[in-house]
Structures are given as structure tokens and as C-alpha cells.
T-cell receptor
Framework: AQTVTQSQPEMSVQEAETVTLSCTYD???????LFWYKQPPSRQMILVIR??????QNATENRFSVNFQKAAKSFSLKISDSQLGDAAMYFC???????????????FGKGTKLSVKP | DGGITQSPKYLFRKEGQNVTLSCEQN?????MYWYRQDPGQGLRLIYY???????QKGDIAEGYSVSREKKESFPLTVTSAQKNPTAFYLC????????????FGQGTRLTVV
């Protein structure tokens, strides 16, 4: 079964600094999606960034970028120029590429709570 | 605007009662999901449905039931058999295949009183 592990329950960063959140996963599949979701105090889940496993290039969305290491099954999120509004829970998630049976479901890590200090 | 609507936002249940959480989407998504969120547990899958009139149990289905009679609706019933129902419940939907991400509703906070 696939699993997603976030080893940092809490992280803290100074405003305008850079922080990296870690995520590792376990799968026997060769094609899949990886995601980072943000959950602010409102508890609305917001997609931050997406990575397709067949793409070697790391995904980037403005201040957010990932370091995808497929062989190591690692998928870290880097937040540059941190802002107060970045304070939230961040969840790493995995999804197989193809539907069929139980496939297609998002599997989440337990989350990392990020605090941003002014 | 397209999206997923969960209602109510807050729900209180007495011991022994069944309650139903609503989830409606107008994104024309095939797949819908229910997750439960507890502090320190992340999101755990309760039930999912990939097509109308079909659904499967997730990791923690005991004490819950669902139906999928319409593509846009996937209600979750928390039955009296669920011993610890106090939690935050999130509904999500997604299309098959391309891009793969799920879109989430705003959640329902269920509290047993």
C-alpha cells in the first residue's frame, strides 16, 4: 500500500526567509501525481503545487517550488520569501495516475504546521 | 461559480442519533470523496465514489454510510455505530485522469453533545 510521510510536525520561519518542508512516500507505481495542499485557519484545503512523476522538471508556482527526487521517493516543498499569510498546515499527498479499483484516491501525510514570525 | 458546497458548517449530534452531512458539486466531476480530519492524524479516507450508483469503503468506513444517486451529490451519514464521531469532515471531488488534483469543500465540524 502507498504511504506518505511528513516527518516535521511543526516548522517555523522568519518572514521573508526561505523554508523547506519534507515529504517522503512509498509506492511501487512508476506513474503518479504528487501534491502539496495548504490548509489555513479557515480549514479550506487549497492546492499549492502539483508534480507529475513522469516529468523530471521540478514544478514551480511563484514563491513555491518542489524538489522531486523520484529514485529517493522524496518530494519537498520550498517556500521562498515567506509571508505571514503562508502560516498554515501543509499536507503532502500522493495519487496514482490511473483509476481502477481503489486507485485514484489521494493519500495524505499527517501534515506540517508552519508558523511565520514577523 | 463552480465548486463544492458542504452543509452545514457546524453540526451537533446527540448520542445515538444519525446525522447526514451534505456535499454537492457543480464541477461535473466523476469522483467524490469523504475524508475525516482529526488533530495530528492528517486526512483519512472514509468512502469514495468514482461513478454514480457505485461507492467503496475507504480506510475508516465503520459507522458511516453514503449514497451516490446523482453525479453532483454524495451525502455522508454518520450513524450511531460510529463511537467517536466528533471531527472535521471534508468532501472532495476530482475528474478522472488528467491533472489529478482534488477540489475540496469548506468542511463540516461535527460535535457530539
Amino acid at each position: 500500500a502507498q504511504t506518505v510521510t511528513q516527518s516535521q510536525p511543526e516548522m517555523s520561519v522568519q518572514e521573508a526567509e526561505t523554508v523547506t518542508l519534507s515529504c517522503t512516500y512509498d509506492t511501487s507505481e512508476s506513474d503518479y501525481y504528487l501534491f502539496w495542499y495548504k490548509q489555513p485557519p479557515s480549514r479550506q484545503m487549497i492546492l499549492v503545487i502539483r508534480q507529475e512523476a513522469y516529468k523530471q522538471q521540478n514544478a514551480t508556482e511563484n514563491r513555491f517550488s518542489v524538489n522531486f527526487q523520484k529514485a529517493a521517493k522524496s518530494f519537498s516543498l520550498k517556500i521562498s520569501d515567506s509571508q505571514l499569510g503562508d502560516a498554515a498546515m501543509y499536507f503532502c499527498a500522493y495519487r496514482p495516475l490511473y483509476y481502477g479499483g481503489s486507485q485514484g484516491n489521494l493519500i495524505f501525510g499527517k501534515g506540517t504546521k508552519l508558523s511565520v514570525k514577523p | 461559480d463552480g465548486g463544492i458546497t458542504q452543509s452545514p458548517k457546524y453540526l451537533f449530534r446527540k448520542e445515538g442519533q444519525n446525522v447526514t452531512l451534505s456535499c454537492e458539486q457543480n464541477l461535473n466531476h466523476d469522483a467524490m470523496y469523504w475524508y475525516r480530519q482529526d488533530p495530528g492524524q492528517g486526512l483519512r479516507l472514509i468512502y469514495y465514489s468514482q461513478i454514480v450508483n457505485d461507492f467503496q469503503k475507504g480506510d475508516i468506513a465503520e459507522g458511516y454510510s453514503v449514497s451516490r444517486e446523482k453525479k453532483e451529490s454524495f451525502p455522508l451519514t454518520v450513524t450511531s455505530a460510529q463511537k467517536n464521531p466528533t471531527a472535521f469532515y471534508l468532501c472532495a471531488s476530482s475528474i478522472r485522469g488528467a491533472r489529478g488534483e482534488a477540489f475540496f469543500g469548506q468542511g463540516t465540524r461535527l460535535t457530539v453533545v
